[in-house]
């Protein structure tokens, strides 16, 4: 069973960069047929797709973030991580990591971290 | 980007009442449709992919059905542990993006 885990700063300066990493256990990054993904939710409201590094390391990342956002993978350690630029009190949200299971071509995400909630503030 | 509506925002329901929730994208997404139950405070869970293909472990009394823009998820008879907020994903097109949510609560 993956299990996946969170970690960073839970409080960020605005305009500063948000960094998170996440740990998997029990798969691999380098696994076939798997997206690695971060997915945010603002306090109180939905879900929104961050972006993911596929299991060959390239990444997809949303629009609306695109020139703010990086991703990246860690194969030693095991390790995918989000760097998102130029923070503002819009960007305070929980953060899931998660990976998406793609079975030709059907993709859903089938684990999650338990979430970090990272504060934009002085 | 794809627009995911889903009605209604909150329904109020009884133990073993059947509820039906909608999802409509804004333009064709085929069948590439998923759910998803998140309680509070917790992750979601993944409930349907492929707009009706049961994920290993939920239960039977989830269903899910549609394809191009209208979808639902049905819960056929509903337990005390489902009630939660549901969001429907579209994975058609990049950005894949997520309804508003709907709020299950207790009637």
């Known amino acids: 069973q993956v299990q996946l885990q969170e970690s960073g700063p839970g409080l960020v300066n605005p305009s500063e960069t948000l960094s998170l990493t996440c740990t998997v256990s029990?798969?691999?990054?380098?696994?076939?047929?798997?997206?690695w993904s971060w997915i945010r939710q603002p306090p109180g409201k939905g879900l929104e797709w961050v972006g993911y590094v596929f299991y060959t390391g390239s990444t997809n990342y949303n629009p609306s973030l695109k020139s703010r956002v990086s991703m990246s993978r860690d194969t030693s350690k095991n390790q995918f991580s989000l760097r998102l630029t130029s923070v503002t009190a819009a960007d305070t949200a929980v953060y899931y990591c998660?990976?998406?299971?793609?079975?030709?071509?059907?993709?859903?995400?089938?684990?999650w971290g338990q979430g970090a909630l990272v504060t934009v503030s002085s | 980007d794809i627009q995911m509506t889903q009605s209604p925002s909150s329904v109020s329901a009884s133990v073993g009442d059947r509820v039906t929730i909608t999802c409509r994208a804004s333009?064709?997404?085929?069948?590439?449709l998923a759910w998803y139950q998140q309680k509070q405070g917790k992750a979601p869970k993944v409930l349907i992919y492929?707009?009706?293909t049961l994920q290993s472990g939920v239960p039977s009394r989830f269903s899910g059905s549609g394809s191009g823009t209208d979808f639902t998820l049905t819960i056929h008879s509903l337990q005390p542990e489902d009630f939660a907020t549901y969001y429907c994903?579209?994975?058609?097109?990049?950005?894949?993006?997520f309804g508003q949510g709907t709020k299950v609560e207790i009637k």
């Open positions: 492929a707009s009706s």
């Open positions: 029990g798969g691999s990054v380098s696994s076939g047929s798997y997206h």
């Open positions: 333009q064709d997404v085929n069948s590439w």
């Open positions: 994903q579209q994975t058609n097109a990049f950005p894949w993006t």
């Open positions: 998660a990976r998406t299971r793609d079975s030709s071509g059907w993709y859903r995400v089938d684990s």
